[in-house]
């Protein structure tokens, strides 16, 4: 079964014409390779996806996000609209992007709540197909380097204190959700789990470790997809 297209639409920005057409062209075309990453992963959407390309300064650190089950953004920096070799060399980039913030999509499609659990297991479930269609992609000397960055527990770090520490903090969310689900602790909590500082987010590394470890037992991300946040990090 094919993935429908993922429709494209400008947001803002400064787009001169040449530049637009170029960017348009790139960007269509690390769509198509999205839906083609989601039907390698045998992932069939339940809804239409639709795409906003906007362009944003140089030093923006955000290459993408997802809004909801249907919409998503992807952000081009300043630096790839004007030079035309430097976008060539970002269209990988925008591939991986593209499937990364699609799956986000397509996890939310499930309805599960948002909360730790639930952020960590999207994070985890777009990080690894990013990293399933890089392997298709990329020659094996550029993968390599791809999975420096994809290394995500420094040798220092200790794993199981880390996802003990996680589920705990969960569990006070949860409980706190109770009483005032939009409290200010709540949302320092998340912070701490998944502020966008230097590297990947702790939070990430959670969702990254537990979606790892079932990917490795033999699960695929198709099944995982739509199996409750608490099925995929408990069991870890």
Known sequence: MSVPPIEMRWGGGKWPGGPRRRVGSAVRASLGLACDGLEMLGIQPKEPKISTVWGVPNGYALKGEALDSQHFEIYVREEFIKRQRKLAAFQIVLTLTALHE??????????????????????????WSEHLLAKELLSAQEFEKYKEGFSVIPDEVDTSQMLDNFILDSAREAHMAEFNPNSQEIIDLNDAWFAATYGIPAGNKVGIIAVGELICSGSSLSELVTLPPEDIIMIV
């Open 102 to 127: 699609v799956m986000h999509c397509v996890r939310d499609e499930a309805g599960y709540e948002d909360n730790l659990l639930e952020r960590a297991v999207s994070e985890g479930l777009s990080a």
